[in-house]
């Protein structure tokens, strides 16, 4: 999870790595991320959330897809 | 992400102790010192370390209690340094530089480096607004499901 300063440089980041795309946000995304994901990790009543909780927090900032799907999808 | 069913109050009252002290402090702390603070024995603390990582509510380096991530804080030195509060961590990945000012609740200004080109970048946090560093991308390789696969990875 790292930060780049363009697309151009992405780009040239994954071919250098011979990696596939991930999935890109910007700073301002990934900081509300990082806020409602962190905020309270240090609070004295922290509790581990759940699966179904971490994900609606991707969902809700538009995080979707396969991609950002924290378990497997049930076996069909 | 944690594994809500691995662990205990026991484990969640440790895991508490071992972030406020860490955050107080400093320093990484060991299963010895949170077994006296907390006069448990050291056995059974050393075991609630053990159960914590696997539910990834902390990270130990490999066949050893020693911690190497009380997320989002590193406990190893790395490319992204966060300062907040008159203090100075470091963060696992970009995400959790971001992370940090969130968890303290406090300003940040964040030092870390493009990953293409190494060159510096900086982002700062205030009054809890991303006021500098938003021209930045955030890239995440790895599918959601698969972080833990290698979380030093990841």
């Known amino acids: 999870m790292v930060f780049l300063r363009s697309e151009e440089r992405l780009e040239r980041w994954l071919a250098a790595g011979g990696w596939q795309p991930g999935a890109t946000t910007t700073a301002v995304q990934l900081h509300e991320l990082a806020r409602r994901w962190w905020s309270s990790r240090l609070q004295p009543g922290w509790r581990p959330r759940t699966a179904a909780e971490s994900q609606a927090i991707l969902d809700d900032l538009g995080l979707t897809g396969d991609f950002w799907q924290l378990t497997s999808p049930l076996p069909r | ?154």
């Open chain 2, 1 to 154: 992400m944690t594994d809500t069913r691995q662990v205990d109050e026991l484990d969640l009252r440790i895991r508490n102790r071992i972030y406020s002290s860490f955050v107080g402090s400093g320093d990484a702390p060991t299963p010895g010192g949170i077994a006296a603070e907390l006069g448990m024995p050291e056995q059974e603390v050393d075991a609630a370390f053990r159960r914590l990582h696997d539910a990834h509510a902390l990270v130990l380096w490999p066949g050893s209690t020693e911690l190497r991530m009380l997320n989002p804080f590193s406990i190893a030195e790395t490319p992204h340094r966060v300062r907040a509060g008159g203090r100075s961590w470091f963060a696992n990945c970009a995400w959790d530089a971001l992370g940090i000012p969130a968890a303290l609740d406090a300003d940040a200004q964040i030092a870390s480096e493009c990953a293409d080109c190494a060159e510096p970048v900086e982002l700062e946090v205030r009054d809890g607004r991303l006021v500098r560093g938003a021209e930045l991308l955030w890239h995440v390789l790895v599918p959601a499901r698969r972080w833990w696969d290698d979380i030093g990875f990841t």
